[in-house]
Nanobody, 122 residues
Framework: VQLQASGGGLVSAGGSLRLSCASSGGTLSGYAMGWFRQPPGEKREFVARLTWSGGRSYYANFVKGRFAISRDDALSTVYLQMNNLQPEDTAVYYC????????????????WGQGTQVTVSS
């Protein structure tokens, strides 16, 4: 699959963004999906993930109920709704997919989107 992430931008603290991750190379049905982010000068870190069936979602502790991951298999798209954004959420956000792995280790995901920049001003 080929993934394209979009929806990033500049937002004020407390604002919201919805990121999208669309597949142009086929359905995302049957793939575990993850969102990761890489803040400036830091390593890539786990944000949220969905199991293959989409039945269970998991989040990094720093999300604290602010973000929600969802998928629409008919549209081959995965979303990350981000609310109450804070300056520390500033990062490049990446989506990832894998047929076999469904955890939070970025190194084990096979397919990646190109990233979308999220900047939160204080």
């Amino acid at each position: 699959v080929q993934l394209q992430a979009s929806g990033g931008g500049l937002v004020s603290a407390g604002g919201s963004l919805r990121l999208s991750c669309a597949s142009s190379g086929g359905t995302l049905s049957g793939y575990a999906m993850g969102w990761f982010r890489q803040p400036p000068g830091e390593k890539r870190e786990f944000v949220a993930r969905l199991t293959w069936s989409g039945g269970r979602s998991y989040y990094a502790n720093f999300v604290k109920g602010r973000f929600a991951i969802s998928r629409d298999d008919a549209l081959s798209t995965v979303y990350l709704q981000m609310n109450n954004l804070q300056p520390e959420d500033t990062a490049v956000y990446y989506c990832a997919a894998d047929k076999r792995y469904t955890g939070s280790n970025a190194a084990l995901y096979e397919y990646w989107g190109q990233g979308t920049q999220v900047t939160v001003s204080s």
